[in-house]
Protein backbone atom coordinates (compact mmCIF):
# COMPACT_ATOMS: atom_id res chain seq x y z
CA UNK A 1 0.00 0.00 0.00
CA UNK A 2 1.71 3.25 -1.23
CA UNK A 3 1.09 6.44 1.14
CA UNK A 4 -0.15 9.36 -0.09
CA UNK A 5 1.63 12.51 -0.23
CA UNK A 6 -0.90 15.32 0.48
CA UNK A 7 0.55 18.38 -1.70
CA UNK A 8 0.34 22.47 -0.56
CA UNK A 9 -0.86 24.86 -2.73
CA UNK A 10 0.99 27.54 -3.73
CA UNK A 11 1.73 29.96 -1.12
CA UNK A 12 0.06 28.18 1.33
CA UNK A 13 3.18 27.72 3.66
CA UNK A 14 4.50 31.51 3.14
CA UNK A 15 0.64 31.90 4.40
CA UNK A 16 0.58 30.19 7.34
CA UNK A 17 3.74 32.02 8.21
CA UNK A 18 2.30 35.40 7.77
CA UNK A 19 -0.64 34.05 9.52
CA UNK A 20 1.59 33.11 12.52
CA UNK A 21 3.31 36.64 12.42
CA UNK A 22 -0.04 38.73 11.94
CA UNK A 23 -1.17 36.80 15.45
CA UNK A 24 1.81 37.53 17.44
CA UNK A 25 1.19 41.39 16.22
CA UNK A 26 -2.52 41.17 17.49
CA UNK A 27 -1.67 39.53 20.20
CA UNK A 28 0.97 42.54 20.97
CA UNK A 29 -1.67 45.57 20.41
CA UNK A 30 -4.25 43.07 22.57
CA UNK A 31 -1.64 43.09 25.48
CA UNK A 32 -1.27 46.97 24.76
CA UNK A 33 -4.42 47.77 25.42
CA UNK A 34 -4.46 47.83 29.23
CA UNK A 35 -0.68 46.97 29.81
CA UNK A 36 -1.04 43.42 31.05
CA UNK A 37 -3.76 40.98 31.17
CA UNK A 38 -6.35 40.93 34.08
CA UNK A 39 -9.23 39.08 33.96
CA UNK A 40 -11.70 42.03 34.18
CA UNK A 41 -9.76 44.03 32.02
CA UNK A 42 -11.01 45.68 28.27
CA UNK A 43 -7.80 43.82 26.86
CA UNK A 44 -8.56 40.37 28.18
CA UNK A 45 -11.46 39.14 25.77
CA UNK A 46 -9.09 40.86 22.58
CA UNK A 47 -5.84 39.18 24.50
CA UNK A 48 -7.98 35.71 24.52
CA UNK A 49 -9.35 36.16 21.10
CA UNK A 50 -5.17 36.45 20.00
CA UNK A 51 -3.70 33.67 22.11
CA UNK A 52 -6.74 31.49 19.62
CA UNK A 53 -5.59 32.84 16.52
CA UNK A 54 -2.34 32.16 17.67
CA UNK A 55 -2.91 28.63 18.74
CA UNK A 56 -4.75 28.30 15.58
CA UNK A 57 -1.97 29.35 13.58
CA UNK A 58 0.52 27.30 15.26
CA UNK A 59 -1.64 24.55 14.94
CA UNK A 60 -1.66 25.23 10.93
CA UNK A 61 1.71 25.31 10.73
CA UNK A 62 2.48 22.04 12.40
CA UNK A 63 -0.21 20.03 10.42
CA UNK A 64 0.93 21.74 7.16
CA UNK A 65 4.70 20.62 8.13
CA UNK A 66 4.43 17.03 5.86
CA UNK A 67 2.97 18.70 2.93
CA UNK A 68 5.18 18.48 0.14
CA UNK A 69 5.34 21.30 -3.08
CA UNK A 70 3.52 20.35 -6.39
CA UNK A 71 6.35 18.70 -8.18
CA UNK A 72 5.78 20.48 -10.96
CA UNK A 73 6.92 23.98 -9.31
CA UNK A 74 10.70 24.08 -9.14
CA UNK A 75 11.40 27.35 -8.11
CA UNK A 76 10.15 30.14 -5.70
CA UNK A 77 9.32 32.85 -8.47
CA UNK A 78 7.31 29.86 -10.57
CA UNK A 79 5.38 29.23 -7.35
CA UNK A 80 5.07 33.05 -7.20
CA UNK A 81 3.63 32.95 -10.66
CA UNK A 82 1.10 29.91 -10.03
CA UNK A 83 -0.03 31.89 -6.64
CA UNK A 84 -0.95 34.69 -8.85
CA UNK A 85 -2.57 33.02 -11.42
CA UNK A 86 -5.01 31.45 -8.91
CA UNK A 87 -5.78 33.53 -6.61
CA UNK A 88 -5.70 36.88 -8.78
CA UNK A 89 -8.15 36.19 -11.11
CA UNK A 90 -10.09 39.15 -13.39
CA UNK A 91 -13.19 39.26 -11.39
CA UNK A 92 -11.27 39.08 -8.05
CA UNK A 93 -8.95 42.30 -9.21
CA UNK A 94 -11.96 44.51 -10.21
CA UNK A 95 -13.74 43.65 -7.43
CA UNK A 96 -11.18 44.93 -5.17
CA UNK A 97 -10.10 47.94 -7.48
CA UNK A 98 -13.91 48.84 -7.58
CA UNK A 99 -14.40 48.36 -3.82
CA UNK A 100 -11.07 50.66 -2.55
CA UNK A 101 -12.94 53.33 -5.21
CA UNK A 102 -15.99 53.11 -3.48
CA UNK A 103 -14.14 53.39 0.08
CA UNK A 104 -12.64 56.91 -1.38
CA UNK A 105 -15.90 57.64 -2.91
CA UNK A 106 -18.27 58.05 0.22
CA UNK A 107 -15.54 60.58 1.44
CA UNK A 108 -16.50 62.83 -1.38
CA UNK A 109 -20.56 61.65 -1.81
CA UNK A 110 -23.09 60.63 0.26
CA UNK A 111 -23.57 57.16 1.37
CA UNK A 112 -26.27 56.06 -0.71
CA UNK A 113 -24.66 57.59 -3.60
CA UNK A 114 -21.66 56.20 -3.43
CA UNK A 115 -23.29 52.67 -2.13
CA UNK A 116 -25.70 52.78 -5.11
CA UNK A 117 -23.19 53.29 -7.66
CA UNK A 118 -20.72 50.30 -6.66
CA UNK A 119 -23.41 47.72 -6.00
CA UNK A 120 -24.85 49.46 -9.77
CA UNK A 121 -21.28 48.88 -11.03
CA UNK A 122 -20.77 45.25 -9.98
CA UNK A 123 -24.06 44.23 -11.04
CA UNK A 124 -23.73 45.35 -14.30
CA UNK A 125 -19.89 43.95 -14.36
CA UNK A 126 -21.31 40.29 -13.02
CA UNK A 127 -24.39 40.21 -14.29
CA UNK A 128 -22.68 40.56 -17.93
CA UNK A 129 -24.21 43.93 -19.09
CA UNK A 130 -27.38 43.49 -18.05
CA UNK A 131 -27.96 47.13 -17.26
CA UNK A 132 -31.43 47.75 -16.84
CA UNK A 133 -32.18 44.40 -14.20
CA UNK A 134 -28.66 45.77 -12.19
CA UNK A 135 -29.97 48.93 -11.88
CA UNK A 136 -33.38 47.92 -10.53
CA UNK A 137 -31.70 45.57 -8.06
CA UNK A 138 -29.15 48.38 -6.97
CA UNK A 139 -31.94 50.50 -6.98
CA UNK A 140 -34.00 48.55 -4.56
CA UNK A 141 -31.14 47.65 -2.30
CA UNK A 142 -30.44 51.18 -1.31
CA UNK A 143 -34.10 51.68 -0.64
CA UNK A 144 -34.54 48.58 1.78
CA UNK A 145 -31.21 50.25 2.75
CA UNK A 146 -32.49 53.52 3.01
CA UNK A 147 -35.80 52.11 4.96
CA UNK A 148 -33.77 49.86 7.36
CA UNK A 149 -31.09 52.40 8.66
CA UNK A 150 -32.95 55.84 8.32
CA UNK A 151 -36.93 55.22 9.12
CA UNK A 152 -36.74 51.96 11.35
CA UNK A 153 -33.15 51.89 13.26
CA UNK A 154 -32.98 56.19 12.97
CA UNK A 155 -29.38 55.85 12.20
CA UNK A 156 -27.54 58.43 10.04
CA UNK A 157 -25.62 57.04 7.02
CA UNK A 158 -22.96 59.51 6.15
Avoid: C
Amino acid sequence: MTKKIERVRAGEKVFDWLLLLFSVGVLYEAYRIDNGVQLNSAGSFPVGLALIMLASSIAIIFSHRRKQRDPQIHSASQEFKVFLHEHFKTHIVVFSIVSMLYLVAIVWTSFYVSTFIFLAAMFIYYRQGKIISSLVIASLAIAVIYVLFTIVFRVYLP
